[in-house]
DNA sequence: CATGAATGAGTATTCATTCAT
DNA sequence: CATGAATGAATACTCATTCAT
């Protein structure tokens, strides 16, 4: 992977813009490198340097909006966590019945991502680093883990779904989540709704399920 | 995570001893160190001094067994997915149905983590470092899940299984696999009957399945 | 030492004032600044920016004042050296007798430092940065001495002293007088007569001599 | 001051040396070269690369005797402190008299520093840096005077000396000794004796004294 | 084979200074 | 003049790997 040879995003003088104006592309430019950056060779292997030349922009530039490398991954999950976690509740506030619960979650979960190949792909090749959203450590997946069990313990007590292990259905429902993505991705183009109606049907009536039923 | 302080493994001097059955012992001392500080800090993070510092032995000794810090991490996926896929080969072989096979492809899967809590603290530290068993791109998952995948292509021509996408199937188990493991790894005691249990309810009946059924 | 909290001294906008008035605000509250600051973490370790930020200024504005960083420590340096010269000259020339010319230089030079704690403060934290008034290099020190050497020549012409090495008399009299500031910096309130006294005397008579003689 | 083109001192490969002789020779090389670079540009100017640029070894071999650029330079001032002060005390021991006792410890400290020039130039350029043996505050420097002070007391309590401020008159002398040394060194060649008799004189008799007497 | 000192390329971060607004 | 974002050279320190003993 040659990260040298990349094309620059950012825009450095741009003498005639407003000063405000500015300063977003400039921080935009960065949280967009670093994107692709950390996706392609991962947190650890991702040098600052490889991060800001992408950008056009000098190596001091980046301290100016960013307090490490860190701090730039850090504010990227953040970012990516609260984005998904506001539609995955969106999604499922409105949601009459179990099935369509787990399907709206479903489909939201695998849109948001076949919108954002680039933040899929950062995800994707940092779950285990300190503080990513899939991660089974981070803030991030945490929360998103406990808003979506949270829901589920209400299923179970409105006796719409038996009562089955609640930390297991949860991770289950995110681990398939997350393998089916990766499918979704390999595709030509990324469709949610393959994805989402397979998982949907799966979580309902399991692997015997017939898709006329 | 203090990995200064750590008691050394392995056997330094006893020069004198048989030399091949020292080499066998210095060799394996790497092998079990570098596991465990894997799991602690993961790849990138890893040197090859915290390894060997576990050892007791010295910083060159590393390089007469092995040629690079990727190559110990090699030798160990390469050694838990052949274990691993060995151990799902065999209980797959002789399962009279589809519902035994499910149900013993995770009881291997699981009970195999549960005895080798620090493999699975490895791989889940680097389940996305390039190589790793798990990682989506690894030799080895692609070999388990090829696997997988055929039996499963046989379950659906014998008709056990309605005909489902083959390649979203395949990663939904894994992925439960996955996932559930975590769970396991959780409770206090590491037991693999009732997650084993949940994962083929799950995949027979889905999330609405009686556990009585 | 927290550099970051300190107080604003520098007048900021009041765009609108006469602007002489404004510039010599700014350059005073720039030097003021920078005072303290080389005082607190010496000229070496301190930062542009820490000078600036005192003042509540803008960076770019201390470049419309001073040249750079060793600028502004130079002009302090040769205010303070011109200061103190001046009242060690005025002191000594009216000196009636060698006691007294002794003792007035004394108490010219305990007494600045009594008065501008900080100037010390910056000049004992400095003393080896090239440049500074009482580094051994110095231009200022240099032109100290001399001028102190020029007045003991003389009065070892008058045989009012024997004929003691110059060089040695002359650096021995500085030597007491720095480290003696720092006594009188020590005590609770800076008072330079007892210093002054103490210095006169071992002078005159060494430290054998008796305080009623 | 070109620091860059200097001659390499230390010993590379040097093969046929035992290995505990090797480390010796690096060390002080490392040592060495440290003293003299901290000698011509101070502390805070010099680079850890200037140093082991002057010794022919590699960067990271300095990490191999020193944990930081600090750590050297606490070692280099810890060992002058201690020598300087073993030889004082041993100096001041056997002073049969407050005459000697003055004399013997201003020939002490003269005599040092004209056999190690190095040294002096070390100490001079980094009076300031904090745990010089000079600098006001550092530990060298407040045992040393701590040593000197009590023996003044002695002779205060003896009656041998007046009862002077007992901190001026430690200063002082302190004062003068650092102020003598720079004299010291500014002739041709070295020697103690002309600025031990002068202190001597002066602490004994003031500026007064006759020669003669 | 074992040892562990030496190597030196590689990286995050700082900061004096510039300059467009 | 004031502003403060942009610049990029500079530096301490790490660590995988080598190799003389």
């Known amino acids: 992977m040659n990260?040298?040879?990349d094309i620059v995003e950012g825009v450095k003088p741009l003498a005639g813009g407003k000063r405000g104006k500015q300063r977003e592309n400039n921080r935009d430019a960065i949280l967009h490198a670093a994107t692709r950056v950390f996706g392609e060779v991962?947190?650890?292997a991702t040098t600052v340097r490889d991060i800001i030349?992408?950008?056009g922009l000098a190596t001091g530039t980046f301290y100016n909006y960013f307090d490490s490398k860190e701090a730039v991954f850090d504010s990227l999950v953040l970012q990516v966590g609260e984005t998904l976690r506001a539609r995955l509740r969106e999604a499922r506030v409105k949601a009459p019945s179990f099935e369509?619960?787990?399907e709206q979650s479903f489909r939201a979960y695998f849109t948001y991502y076949a919108e954002h190949r680039d933040v899929y792909m950062m995800m994707r090749a940092n779950q285990t680093h300190n503080g990513s959203i899939l991660g089974p450590d981070s803030d991030q997946l945490q929360?998103?883990?406990?808003e979506l069990r949270t829901d589920i313990e209400q299923a179970m007590r409105d006796g719409v779904i038996p009562e089955l292990d609640i930390d297991f259905l949860t991770a289950a429902i995110a681990g398939v989540g997350f393998s089916l993505v990766e499918q979704m991705m390999l595709r030509p183009t990324a469709d949610p709704e393959p994805v989402t109606q397979?998982?949907?049907l799966l979580f309902l009536h399991g692997a015997k399920f017939d898709r006329n039923s």
Chains 1, 2, 3, 4 share one sequence.
Do not use: V
Not at 143 to 146: E, S, T
């Open 3 to 5: 990260i040298k040879s």
């Open 42 to 44: 991962g947190f650890g």
């Open 53 to 55: 030349r992408r950008t």
């Open 100 to 102: 369509i619960f787990i």
């Open 143 to 146: 929360a998103g883990m406990h």
């Open 198 to 200: 397979f998982a949907t």
